[in-house]
């Protein structure tokens, strides 16, 4: 994995100048390009779509929700990492709801925001203590207040597909589960594949979802 377009949307100028030079410094990382808000990010989309979208939520003219929504609804390979300074499980949960494949604090330490990056590109998603945290509760929340479940549970995986997905959870690449299952990397890609169009997810957040309120993962 090299070769990487990092495309930074934040409307605080120090951070993002900060946070542009951080990222160019990075070894996977060919080219960081940067927005002030989400409008300006479509406009860069358009000419060169980014393999990963650092995203501030707090911007004017269009923030990071609404640019989330039309970046994966348009781009769907494109990775989102949420930055913000909001940490509560609900936001967090909300995000991740929405799509988003990582959520950082904007403190988090440079070495994070580059586990974040290659993460989300070779896993499709980044677990911290915060997402983990997150969906745990938000599961617990549904159970508990009786809400609508994200998924129908008539629907099962096979015993398979379980193993794969409780080590997907354990953000181990499709190559190494291969490997640990002696099974190839394209199959493992394609169970994930049937597996997202089983559970009518887009991507592998949401079969960490589906883990967290099945009961999978506990």
């Known amino acids: 994995m090299s070769g990487l377009k990092v495309y930074i949307a934040d409307d605080q100028t120090l951070f993002r100048k900060g946070m542009s030079r951080l990222v160019k410094t990075f070894d996977n990382v060919a080219e960081v390009k940067e927005a002030g808000h989400g409008e300006e990010l479509l406009e860069l989309m358009k000419t060169e779509p980014a393999d990963v979208i650092l995203m501030d939520l707090d911007m004017p003219v269009m923030d990071g929700v609404e640019a989330s929504e039309k970046v994966l609804n348009k781009y769907p390979k494109t990775k989102i990492v949420i930055l913000s300074m909001h ?3 609900q936001h967090v949960f909300y995000l991740m ?4 494949h990582a959520f950082l604090l ?5 070495e994070e925001v580059e586990k974040a990056i290659i993460s989300v590109v070779e896993n499709d998603f980044y677990q911290n203590d915060l997402v983990v945290e997150a969906l745990r509760k938000g599961a617990m929340n549904r159970k508990k207040n009786q809400g609508r479940p994200m998924f129908d549970h008539n629907i099962t995986l096979s015993d398979r597909e379980r193993e794969i997905l409780l080590l997907i959870c354990r953000e181990l690449t499709m190559k190494e589960i291969g490997a640990k299952l002696s099974l190839s990397e394209k199959t493992i890609q394609n169970h994930r594949a049937r597996m997202m169009d089983k559970l009518d997810v887009r991507n ?3 079969l960490v979802k589906y883990a967290y ?3 999978l993962i506990t």
């Open 106 to 110: 904007k403190n988090a330490e440079p």
């Open 97 to 100: 709801e929405l799509g988003a």
């Open 204 to 206: 592998t957040v949401g």
């Open 213 to 215: 309120e099945s009961g």
């Open 87 to 89: 940490d509560t499980h």
